[in-house]
């Protein structure tokens, strides 16, 4: 990625604000409070709604290279399935690094924190190539999978790896998927590989940029994620 990429903060700060996060859950169970993920359980049994999606990624979560915001991949998904999204996505990030000041990786305790409160079903983390596949991406990612199972314990969690754009650092992208593919094993939690599937045409699915995918390629990207979680046997993934 281009010298401006850098670590925002540590790994090990990055843990310990994942411990932080996960003790605060805990004070506020002890307290006899019911957070979020709590009503949820309560009342999946009597309610019929659109399932609740949130994205956690980069600039492909965002819709950058769409004809419009909602034309992201993440809506197009949400919109085949009939589902609720929230998008947590901020242009320039991955789990553990960033590219511009002002962005926080997918770890920082206010994206963990938006997704608590988006009190979701699922949680799909997109990404990113704006990591780099070291050891610094595998401590963050194994931060962030254990402090989704502990703050929305009831939420399936999908792992969805970076795509094998033209312009890409092809490397690091397979390092990428490999790491991620490691700490999803570990962690229990299904990996998507869209790099390895061959979703998208270097022809007729990105921007000029090389980068990111155009209205084609959010369209394809949608509907193959769609399909995937529907494929995981998650209830509601394919309608209301």
């Known amino acids: 990625m281009p ?3 850098r670590p925002p903060r540590s790994v090990a700060l990055a843990l ?61 998904a949400a919109a085949r399935g009939c589902w609720s999204p929230t998008v947590v996505a901020s242009s ?3 789990y553990a690094r960033v ?26 983390v997109q990404g990113s190539g704006n990591d780099v596949g070291d050891e610094g991406l595998r401590a963050a990612a194994t931060a962030m999978y254990a402090a989704l199972a502990a703050i929305v314990p009831r939420a ?18 397979g390092r990428i998927r490999g790491i ?20 998208l045409d270097w022809s007729t699915d990105y921007v000029p940029d090389g980068i990111h995918p155009n209205a084609d390629g959010h369209r394809t990207m949608g509907e193959r994620l769609q399909a995937e979680i529907v494929a995981l046997g998650i209830p509601r993934a394919a309608g209301c």
Do not use: C, M
């Open 92 to 94: 320039g990030t991955g």
């Open 99 to 124: 590219r511009f000041p002002g962005t926080v990786p997918f770890v920082d305790p206010t994206r963990l924190a938006a997704v608590a409160a988006s009190n979701p079903d699922v949680v799909v």
């Open 3 to 5: 010298s401006r990429i």
């Open 16 to 76: 310990t604000i994942v411990a932080v996060i996960v003790a605060a859950v805990l004070v506020t169970t002890l307290r006899g409070e019911v957070p979020p993920h709590g009503r949820y359980v309560a009342a999946a049994a009597d309610r019929v709604a659109p399932l609740r999606v949130t994205v956690v990624g980069d600039s492909f979560a965002a819709g950058v290279g769409a004809d419009s915001p909602t034309g992201g991949y993440a809506h197009v």
């Open 156 to 173: 399936r969690v999908v792992v969805v790896g970076p795509t094998d754009a033209p312009l890409a650092k092809h490397e690091n992208i």
């Open 180 to 199: 991620l593919g490691d700490v999803t094993r570990a962690a229990g939690v299904p990996f998507v590989d869209p790099a390895g599937g061959r979703w």
